[in-house]
Structure formats: structure tokens, C-alpha cells
């Protein structure tokens, strides 16, 4: 059997004909040889008689059968396929000849152990020069093998059209390559628009954190577990900060002997609201035993102005930086029954500068010097909690700002609660936060007023309210 014979091909063309190897390269046999062997899919075709004429190395792996072993037998009958389904198999292979376009089949082939392989076949018609039928090609494969193809296909266009979390297709220069519609909502833009772009574009907060995981995958390979990002969306009110569960995986081509990376495979799912009812009821249950523990500490002083210093410093913890407790001079105050504006004595303030218990400053101090609209004096105005906040300023402005007021220096958002007991308005506590801190909010002054409540208690046990 000759050269090409043994390739898997047919050897046509004479000794001395065109295409042939020589000094000018391989020949077109050789060439359709190597083609064939390098396909993925296991290929074999017949002339017009049913005769084996190209069988490549795919087959011969699915089936058993070498080329030489294939190559030149009338049909499959005997050794591919049973003698009882040869007829059948064969016309409805062959057919294909006298059919337009391709035509697909499934049936049982016989390996050379004699084993039974279930293959999907593709075939189609061979023309000749005279635009006749001159053969017929037949690719195939494994059925579970085309079933898995099929599977991945389906997942992958399920998961850009119909997931309900988000999947970006990140390329190896960490831009969008491919998104489905959620992460396109998510990121509040379309589709296209977010293709190519850098993500310092779409994302306000947590760009670094993200490049960093994404970099990482592209490097060591899918973390063990998935993360949560805090991210700032760009939109078009302004950025939102949102919470998201990323998974990662790394992406490399099938097609390449080493691993070439295409990108990273990035699935998000936004747990915004599921994390801060996470993070509100584990500060409601810290604060809840801050009061606890405060209230057991408070139990045990004999003074109850250290009984409600005690107060102050339990709620300092994680809520604020400086606190203060300034009592109404001249006593408390009823409803009412305030004459002239209301002017408040310092009690007891945190300490400046290295951390410590809050300092009483005695019970007969000298009034503060509070100027006209001072969020303590409005607290007491309305006997309700008032928020203030600097805003964004300049540091000088918010020093300013805050020297004003007689708060330390380095305050920019301030709390004020009223000290409320038997129907008497005693005084204010104001806690206060730093640049580093977030500025109060509401669940912030409901706390305060849970704590201004113990200490206006122990204030009124103690008489200070009565005195100065």
C-alpha cells in the first residue's frame, strides 16, 4: 500500500504529476493528510461504491481501526458495523449523496476489540469536477463527548442570557470582554458600553481589591472560596455602594498544548441588603450588651455621677471619639417652664489626646460658653436628639468649624441627645466622631437616646441636677 494509502488517504495522482513532494515542498496528498490527522473530530469518507477512502487519526482513536486497516474496504459491514445494521447504516450514509446540505445521525459503531461506541455522524455529499456526486464525507464522535460540547454551549449562552447573577468574561488586561444583561444592570450600563473599558470606569470604590483577585486568578488559578467586595457604582445619581459575592475562575484554551490564559471568568452576586441586616443586627446585639454590661458596672458605683460616667464610657466604644455631659444650670426644667435662654454647666467630658475613663468635672462647674443655635442648646430647645455635621470643607474650615463649638479639633460630626427624667429636661450628652468615621445616622440616635436615658437617671438619683 502506498505512502498515502497508509495516511489515510487515496493515492490519485501519478509519479510524475503536479503536486507531488519535491524541492518546492510537500505534496497536496501529504498535505491533505496531515489536515485530516490534525482534526479534532474523527472523519472518514467514500467514493461513489461505498469504498473507505479517508479515514484520520481521530477515528482510529474513537474506533480502534488504523487507517491501513480502514482504508479501501467496500462500506462497514463486518468490522465497523454489524452485518445485521451494515445495510441500513451504509444507505442512510450514503444518501446524503442524493440529499442538499448535511445531514445528522446517530448509530452504533464496532471498535476493534469488539466493543460498541455510540456515535452522532455528520455527512454530506462529495462533488466532482462535473458537479456530480462523487463520494461522501462522514465527521463524528463520541455521542456523550458531542453531548458534553452541546451542554457547555448551553450553559454558556444560558449564563449570558438568562442567569440571575452576574457574569463577566474579564480578558487578560483585567477589561471586560463579555457580559450578560445582570451585570450590565448591576453596573448601570449597557451591554457594549461596558466592553474594553478599564474598571476605574465603572467602579468609584474597590477597584484595587477587584484587580488584585483578578490578577491573582490569572496567576495562581480559582481562590478556594468566593469574596465579598465592597464596590462603588458609578451611576448617574451618584455612587452606590454595594456588596458583592465574587467567584473566579481562570480561563485557558482548550486548543494549546501549554495553557495559554484567556481571562477570568468573573460571577458576582449583589448581597447588599443581606449584609447590612448582617451588619446591623451584629451592632444591635453589640450594643445591646455594651447597655447590659454598662448597667452592671453603674450598679456597683456609690456616686451616681461616676454611675453615669460609667454610662458614657461603655457607649463609647466603637460609636464615638469624644463624648460630653453638660447639665441645665440652675436645676432641671419642665415643660414650659424655662425662663430666659437655657444655660448648660459641664459634668463630664472625655478625656484629649491618650485614651482613659470620662473625667467629671464637678458638680458646680462654670457654664459653657455655648453661642446662639449650638446643636446642644437646640437639643434641648426641642427635648429630641439633633445630628450636625461639617460637611465638605477644607481641614481648616472644619477645625473652625469645630473650635466654635468647644469640640475637640479634630471633630466633624456631632450627636446630641436630651437627658430626660420624671417630665424634666436636665441636660444634654453629645457624642462626637473624627474624620475617620461615617456620620450618624438614625439606628446612631436611637442608641444615644437608650444611653442618654441611663444617665439622666443616675443624674437625677445622684441630685447633681439640683445643684449649681
Partial sequence: MSASRRSGTTDE????????DGPEGPGGSDLLAALLDGMDAALCAFDADGVVTHWNREAERILGWTAAEAVGRQGFAGWAVRRADAEEVEGRLLSAMQAPGRQV????????????????????????????????????????????????????EALFEDASW?????????????????????????????????????????????????????????????AEIWVGVRTPDG????????????????????????????????????????????????????????????????????????????????????????????????????????????????????PGPSLLTGAAGLPVRYGEGHPALQCVDRTGSV?????????????????????PLDTVHSLCAVLRSRGRTLGVVTFLRGGGRSQFERSDAVYAEDVAVRIASALDLGGVVGRG
Avoid: M
Fill in 387 to 407: 445630628r450636625a455635621s461639617v460637611g465638605a470643607v477644607p481641614a481648616e474650615q472644619a477645625r473652625e468649624w469645630a473650635r466654635a463649638r468647644q469640640w
Fill in 239 to 354: 455612587d452606590k455602594r454595594r456588596c458583592w459575592r465574587c467567584g473566579f475562575v481562570r480561563l485557558a484554551s482548550p486548543l494549546a498544548e501549554e495553557p495559554v490564559p484567556l481571562g477570568v471568568g468573573w460571577l458576582f452576586q449583589d448581597v447588599t441588603e443581606a449584609k447590612q441586616s448582617e451588619q446591623e443586627a451584629a451592632l444591635l446585639r453589640f450594643r445591646t450588651n455594651q447597655l447590659h454590661r454598662a448597667a452592671r458596672a453603674a450598679a456597683e458605683c456609690e456616686d451616681p455621677a461616676e454611675a453615669a460616667v460609667v454610662h458614657l464610657d461603655f457607649a463609647l466604644a466603637g460609636f464615638a471619639d469624644h463624648a460630653l455631659i453638660d447639665r441645665v444650670s440652675g436645676g432641671a426644667v419642665a415643660d414650659g417652664e424655662a425662663e430666659g435662654p437655657v444655660r448648660l454647666v459641664r459634668v463630664a467630658t472625655t478625656p484629649s489626646g491618650s
Fill in 13 to 20: 495522482l501519478g509519479p510524475d504529476e503536479p503536486g507531488r
Fill in 105 to 156: 445521525h446517530e448509530f452504533a459503531l464496532l471498535t476493534k476489540d469488539g466493543g460498541r461506541v455510540l456515535v452522532r455522524t455528520q455527512s454530506a455529499a462529495v462533488r466532482g469536477p462535473d458537479g456530480k456526486p462523487a463520494g461522501v464525507y462522514c465527521a463524528f464522535s463520541e455521542v456523550h463527548a458531542q453531548i458534553d460540547l452541546e451542554r457547555s454551549i448551553a450553559l454558556s
Fill in 166 to 226: 452576574g457574569v463577566v468574561l474579564v480578558d487578560a488586561d483585567l477589561r471586560p470582554a463579555v457580559v450578560n444583561a445582570h451585570a450590565a444592570r448591576s453596573l448601570g450600563i449597557g451591554r457594549t458600553s461596558v466592553l474594553g473599558r478599564p474598571l476605574g470606569e465603572l467602579l468609584a470604590q474597590g477597584v484595587e481589591e477587584l484587580e488584585s483577585a483578578l490578577t491573582h486568578v490569572l496567576a495562581e488559578g480559582a481562590p478556594p472560596a468566593p
